[in-house]
């Protein structure tokens, strides 16, 4: 099959910035990773999407942008054009031989029950700023067939295992990948099954929040503050006590559906402790729903530069845990190179999702052309 040139974009639940990713694919299992970048949020455009989070809570209706949504998609848009624009200067890349790009946009609702999600950004104004077609809306068309609509990632997981397999790499016969964002998402390959996939609950988003609270600071660097804190027992279990973690795949979640407020009584060290160890339990929680356990894990995302959770992903998951790095991918990057696969896919009409990753009736495509 030819190959095709896309960049994929990035803003994920975490909202530290955006990530660009270039890469060459198929569209199937072949995956030639190229340039990455990142362009950061500054504190002021973060506060704005927050309050975006904010204003998007009583939406029933997806095309509709009450308050401060027009504002925030208007900068999220531009803001989009400009990391993929100086992407390309820094790395020499021409646009013109960039065959699609993929924008995922900022998600400020998903709420599948009601077959509603929501990822702020304006496709068709991105595709004029950048003279490139763009894929974006690539939750929607799931959503409205009846299912979660996330995640996304695991039909580029799959490519990646297969391509590994295919490299020679020694993998055990079931392997999960973990992307660690704001919300984590486990995938879980058993051969040449269709991957099994959901959301497994949050990743940095409860901590993120809780640090910006208490320290002002984004996130918890290396996972120093955790590290030096102590678990609160009586919180983690009133944490691991949401329906959630019950249901079996698919599911998914919404950035907001659980609550810091068990934590709010702890000192700032063993709140840390307690929300990285509520992360790293309710992925272990997934693992009475599965009739394979995996004998890797690999992790992606932000949290996989946070050895405190890793340790406690080790501890309670009693299996190897390894990162995308250890395979010569991008932890950071993995998401927005997803996107970029996810757009030539969606341009071939091929599947993005799948019954056992989103709960859909059957295999489907998705996604919406700009040109």
């Known amino acids: 099959m030819p190959l095709h040139r896309a960049i994929g974009l990035m803003s994920g639940t975490s909202m530290d910035g955006i990530d660009v990713a270039l890469i060459e694919t198929d569209g199937e299992a072949h995956v030639a990773q190229g340039a990455v970048g990142f362009r950061p949020y500054s504190d002021p455009e973060r506060r704005l999407l927050r309050a975006a989070l904010a204003d998007a809570r009583m939406l029933t209706d997806a095309s509709a942008r009450p308050g401060i949504l027009p504002q925030a998609e208007a900068f999220l848009t531009r803001a989009h054009a400009e990391a993929v624009q100086t992407f390309a200067k820094a790395n020499g ?12 946009g900022q998600t400020v609702l998903h709420r599948p029950e009601s077959q509603l ?24 068309a799931d959503v409205q067939a009846g299912g979660q609509g996330a995640p996304l990632v695991p039909v580029y997981h799959r490519a990646l295992v297969q391509q590994a397999r295919r490299e020679g790499r020694d993998l055990p016969s079931v392997v999960a990948l973990l992307n660690l964002g704001g919300v984590a998402n486990a995938t879980i390959l058993d051969g040449d099954a269709e991957p099994v996939a959901c959301d497994t609950g949050p990743a940095n988003a409860l901590l993120d929040d809780f640090m910006l609270a208490r320290t002002g600071q984004p996130f918890d660097a290396d996972g120093a503050l955790a590290a030096s804190g102590e678990v609160d027992e009586v919180a983690l279990s009133a944490l691991l006590a949401h ?9 998914s979640l919404d950035r907001n559906a659980f609550s810091s407020a068990p934590v709010n009584g702890l000192n700032d060290a063993d709140g ?9 339990g309710a992925v272990a929680w997934l693992l009475p729903h599965l009739s394979q356990k995996p004998g890797l894990w690999i992790a ?3 949290g996989a530069r946070n050895p405190t959770l890793l340790r406690m992903l080790r501890e309670a998951l009693g299996a190897k845990v390894a990162t995308a790095e250890d395979f010569g ?3 950071d990057a993995m998401e927005a190179q997803a996107f970029a696969y996810l757009a030539v896919r969606s341009r071939l009409g ?5 019954p056992g990753t989103t709960g859909v009736a059957a295999a489907m495509t998705g996604g919406r052309l700009a040109e």
């Open 117 to 140: 999600t929501v990822q702020i950004g304006d496709g068709a104004e991105l595709a004029a700023l950048l003279g490139r077609p763009v894929v974006y809306d690539l939750r929607s």
């Open 300 to 302: 992606c995302g932000g």
């Open 329 to 331: 991918w991008s932890s």
């Open 272 to 280: 840390a402790a307690t929300l990285t160890a509520f992360t790293a």
């Open 350 to 354: 091929l599947p993005l999702t799948f």
């Open 243 to 251: 329906p959630f973690f019950d249901l079996a795949p698919p599911k």
């Open 93 to 104: 890349i021409d646009l013109a031989g960039v065959d699609v790009i993929g924008f995922h």
